[in-house]
């Protein structure tokens, strides 16, 4: 069967347990980048004594079987049946050794799932089903049990030998080879399993746990990148520290291994103690990478440490459940971040990051629950939607309990599930009972799919001094779901005086008022709440701190927007209404400009940049999220026919038209926070950084900032500074960017991270002749097709965050990519069907474009030998 063919679908409904217990995997590897020896034993007990015989099921995929022994007895085609990635002894009667043998081939693997060769060295990804690629075995992850590997190599090519757990033994071998052994003594599922060869350099430090543990932290990278470590191992130490502290949870062994590579599908895997990591999650070094890379690398680093319980300790029964751990993992790294940066910007991120790429997902041919009933191929569901829109789910949580009500629900589904593979159903059970509350209904947001729609209105009674909200909930029916039921919504709510001061707010029936937020909980499809004593017509506040995933429609009048982005104590409220504000302002000029009149600028968001651009009070991070204006995808997601080329010239006509009335106040912030002092990472420098470049991007619309850029790329000492202006002399077409982009090229050349960056400026480059751009791209020196990273600075960049040249009219952007996804499905089924899901959206575009995607969708669906992934891809998109 061709790599990752397609499988057939999957239901969680069909769950059955395993009736064998697993009692300790021995696995013993004779490494080699051209072919690798697997021998593994591994013993079945009966999981009820008495049952009567049960088959043996393992998975594999692609392995060569040398030989294959039950009870010391060589087992024959005769005594199993192979179907697809199944291998069944039928009914086994009595507890029983299996000892198999296999061959592999880690050089020719381009899937990068499995055991592949990095480089000079070789390693393993086996989330979610990449263990069968390495031997048989019952790959799911409710099948734990502990293992012992040992790794034996050339000992000159593969001087280090990693795998889980503690190191046991060692020693030389003949022929210059030697031997590493590794025993983890904690049961795990195969997908954490994994193992690294190869010559790595090591950087080394120690945490002391809190109860005593010396744990060796060591991160294994390439001898050229041992420079760029410091922040990844200062962020590991942190994340040790904070989840102690506010979790109260510890580390459980006495090592932490992690390791980099420029090859890996995706961001990092949490193995057991010997974490993998793709590495721009690890590399940094302030000439090399920007603010926004060092945030991520503190995220990932502890998103893969707090794994170690929820995900390792506790994992998921089967990968319905991946939001079980996912997104309570990316809670807590969240959690982590705000308690590290500044809670305020960290939250607007997240939404904004949810309603760029978790929206869309909800909106689109592949939308699911965060707990999908169905898959074909599981790779396809590590999504937007599990990750982040799960973590919203936990903060929902978090938000209904309270921090110690959720803490009380932590523990308990610790107490009852410590080395156990559980459900979403537990996690909710716990939180339930720790907290003596009934979360049935809350529950639906595991089944149900789509983002729900709030509708408030407001009414105000000035005789009586009452104030009456109005919220219905409404989720729209998705492509997987047309029947939707009313959702456990918590909604924080402030009352604002036009003047900006917040209202007491008491509830008709209630004794006395209460200043400041106030929590409410909806949960029915239309709720009403009256405020008594409400001296004049508030301007409400709503869902503060986004509190819960819904799209929220309120007629705001520019006049309470204003008043909103002043004043209100919310962050990510005042950051919303400035988007409010700007998405109205920039779809307006689109009609216009759709109509041809003549665009403006609405006199209502001038004002409202000018009072950001003179807050001196505020963090200058918020500043500058608050002038962001929303990126064309998120303005196109409001509009029912997407109109490519208005959004783009009217959001271009928008920017402009604020940097030139605004000119001197943003050269005036600009010069205050250019103040050549040389670079540091704290937060606050960062957050300077960020309002400074903001306002540079502005100035580049006047004919001040070119100089400007060209100065600041001149005199920076950090990636951030030197990123931003040169990507600003690329994006307005200054003459100076041809020779600046050469230069960096010069700098750059043998570096894998900064090129990235490099592609990725050259292909978010907006306009028609962007793809001719990126086709010769491709020839470069530094591209490569087979390796993920450049795949995604510029193809996936291409195709996802350049509108106009994406969907240029003639087609030319589609067809280019088309070709792309049809050229690595062959290489890398998964990262093939990540760029082929770039169409997911095609049916909300005009009947031209609609029918050039569908032209390509089709091309794609009918490859010969397409892959699982990217055939439940695109047949969903065309379906
Ligand atoms: N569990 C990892 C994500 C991950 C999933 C699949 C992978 O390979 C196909 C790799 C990593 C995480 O959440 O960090
Ligand atoms: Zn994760």
Known sequence: ???????????????????????????????????????????????????????????????????????????????????????????????????????????????????????????????????????????????????????????????????????????????????????????????????????????????????????????????????????????????????????????????????????????????????????????????????????????????????????????????????????????????????????????????????????????????????????????????????????????????????????????????????????????????????????????????QSGTPQVHVSDHYDAGAQKYRLTLRQHTPATHDQKDKQPLVLPFALGLLTASGDEMPLQLEGEAEAVTGTRLLVMQEEQEEFIFVGVSEDPVPSLFRDYSAPVKILFDYSPEQLATLIAYDSDAYVRWDAAQRMAVNAILEQCTRHAQGTEMRLDASLLKAFRGILSDHQADPALLAEAMTLPDEAYLADQMDVVDVDGIHTAREFIKKALARELEVFFAERYTGLNDGQSYQKTAEAMARRSLKNICMSYLLETDAGESLAVAQLESSDNMTDTLAALQGLILTGSPRAEKALSEFEGKWQSDALVMDKWFVMQAVKPGKDTVNTVRKLMDHPAFSIQNPNKVRALIGVFAMLNPTGFHAADGSGYAFHADRVIELDGLNPQIAARMASAFNRWKRYDEGRKELMKTELQRIASVPDLSGDVSEIVNNALR
């Open 1 to 447: 069967m061709k790599e990752g063919s397609a499988r057939k679908v999957i239901y969680r409904k069909d769950y059955k347990a395993y009736p064998w217990e697993v009692n300790q995997l021995d696995l013993y590897f004779e490494i080699g980048s051209e072919t690798t020896i697997v021998r593994a034993e591994m013993e079945f007990l009966l999981k009820e004594v008495d049952s009567a015989p049960q088959d043996i099921v393992l998975n594999g995929s692609n392995l060569e079987l040398v030989s294959m022994t039950l009870n010391d007895r060589a087992l024959s085609a005769a005594d199993y049946v192979i179907e697809d990635e199944t291998l069944t002894i039928p009914d086994v009667s009595q507890n029983c050794v299996l000892k198999t043998e296999v061959r592999i081939h880690p050089g020719s693997n381009s899937a990068l799932e499995g055991l592949y060769l990095s480089g000079e060295f070789l390693l393993t990804q086996c989330e979610a089903q990449g263990f069968r690629k390495i031997t048989w075995f019952p790959d799911r992850p409710d099948v734990m049990t502990t293992y012992r590997v040992t790794l034996e190599a050339d000992q000159s090519a593969f001087p280090v030998l990693l795998s889980n757990g503690n190191q046991v033994g060692s020693g030389e071998s003949a022929d210059g080879r030697h031997w590493v052994c590794w025993e983890d003594p904690f049961p795990k599922p195969s997908y954490l399993f994994a193992l690294v060869a190869g010559q790595l350099a090591l950087v080394e430090d120690h945490f002391i746990t809190r109860s005593g543990r010396d744990v060796a932290l060591r991160i294994y990278v390439e001898a050229e990148n041992i420079d760029r470590c410091e922040h990844a191992m200062e962020s590991l130490i942190n994340s040790m520290r904070w989840d102690e502290n506010r979790f109260d949870l510890e580390y459980d062994l006495d090592i932490y291994h992690i390791v980099a590579t420029n090859d890996f599908n995706m961001g990092a895997m949490e193995n057991k103690s010997l974490n993998i990591f793709n590495s721009i999650y690890v590399l940094a070094r302030p000439d090399t990478a920007t603010d926004a890379d060092y945030q991520g690398i503190e995220g990932v680093i502890g998103h893969e440490y707090f794994h170690n319980w929820t995900g390792n300790r506790v994992t998921c029964q089967d990968w319905f459940q991946l939001t079980l751990k996912e997104g309570l993992t990316v809670f807590r790294d969240e959690e982590f971040s705000a308690d590290m940066q500044s809670r305020a910007v960290k939250r607007i991120r997240v939404v904004r990051g949810l309603r760029s790429r978790q929206f869309p997902e909800d909106d689109g041919p592949m939308a699911h629950p965060i707990r999908p009933d169905h898959y074909a191929e599981i790779n396809n569901f590590y999504t937007a939607t599990v990750y982040q829109k799960g973590a919203t789910i936990i903060r929902m949580y978090h938000t209904l309990l309270g921090e110690t009500g959720f803490q009380k629900g932590m523990k308990l589904y610790f107490e009852r599930h410590d080395g156990q593979a559980v459900t979403c159903d537990d996690f909710l059970a716990a939180m339930a009972d720790a907290n003596n509350i009934n979360l049935d209904r809350f529950g639906r947001w595991y089944s």
